[in-house]
T-cell receptor, first 113, second 115 residues
Framework: DTAVSQTPKYLVTQMGNDKSIKCEQN?????MYWYKQDSKKFLKIMFS???????INETVPNRFSPKSPDKAHLNLHINSLELGDSAVYFC????????????FGNGTRLTVT | AQKITQTQPGMFVQEKEAVTLDCTYD???????LFWYKQPSSGEMIFLIY??????QNATEGRYSLNFQKARKSANLVISASQLGDSAMYFC????????????FGAGTRLAVHP
């Protein structure tokens, strides 16, 4: 009964490749997020969707493109991968738009070689 | 601009003792929420406790309590009766009105519980 599930858990790829990370939540939440955790463990928001509509788009290279086919899914596609993209990417979801705790997936560890 | 500061990169505590993890924040927004998350070595992010800016009482959840001092803009996490399984990274985070529940995280504190 995983609440927020991400696939794959690990992703190793070469520079220049294109890859996708998928996220699904079965909590009935309206809002989903992508966060990036760097090697120093710092967490930074990248994107957020509310009912399939993009509501947060932080300063992220346009090689990163989120897609939300429905409110239970939020995928992240990355083009032309670079070494600096290596990180753990977390998907999260929440109900509502204010003061609600985020429920995180288990993360996808992306390694670019 | 909103900011969260955790000044303790690492802390250690003896098993069964209490420990306080510090968190200060900066915002001019009167309505905001404060959260603590735990990240064990396995990597998942676990929600622990929440405090709203208008809440009169300090939040508590089992062995976790939040020492909320609004005037000082601090939201310290207190873990009572520490257990070995409490060893993890702990993150303080904040959201603010109009921010679409975007959480801004502190740098984290690594807690080690010693037997």
């Amino acid at each position: 009964d995983t609440a927020v599930s991400q696939t794959p858990k690990y992703l190793v790829t070469q520079m220049g490749n294109d890859k996708s990370i998928k996220c699904e939540q079965n909590l009935g939440h309206d809002t989903m997020y992508w966060y990036k955790q760097d090697s120093k463990k710092f967490l930074k928001i990248m994107f957020s969707y509310n009912n399939k509509e993009l509501i947060i788009n932080e300063t992220v290279p346009n090689r990163f493109s989120p897609k939300s086919p429905d409110k239970a899914h939020l995928n992240l596609h990355i083009n032309s991968l670079e070494l600096g993209d290596s990180a753990v990417y977390f998907c999260a979801s929440t109900r509502g738009l204010h003061n609600s705790p985020l429920h995180f997936g288990n993360g996808t560890r992306l390694t670019v070689t | 601009a909103q900011k969260i500061t955790q000044t303790q990169p690492g802390m250690f505590v003896q098993e069964k003792e209490a420990v306080t993890l510090d968190c200060t924040y900066d915002t001019s927004d009167p309505s905001y929420g404060l959260f603590w998350y735990k990240q064990p070595s396995s990597g998942e992010m676990i929600f622990l406790i929440y405090q709203g800016s208008y809440d009169q009482q300090n939040a508590t959840e089992g062995r976790y309590s939040l020492n909320f001092q609004k005037a000082r803009k601090s939201a310290n996490l207190v873990i009572s009766a520490s257990q070995l399984g409490d060893s993890a990274m702990y993150f303080c985070a904040m959201c603010f009105s109009g921010g679409y529940n975007k959480l801004i995280f502190g740098a984290g504190t690594r807690l080690a519980v010693h037997p």
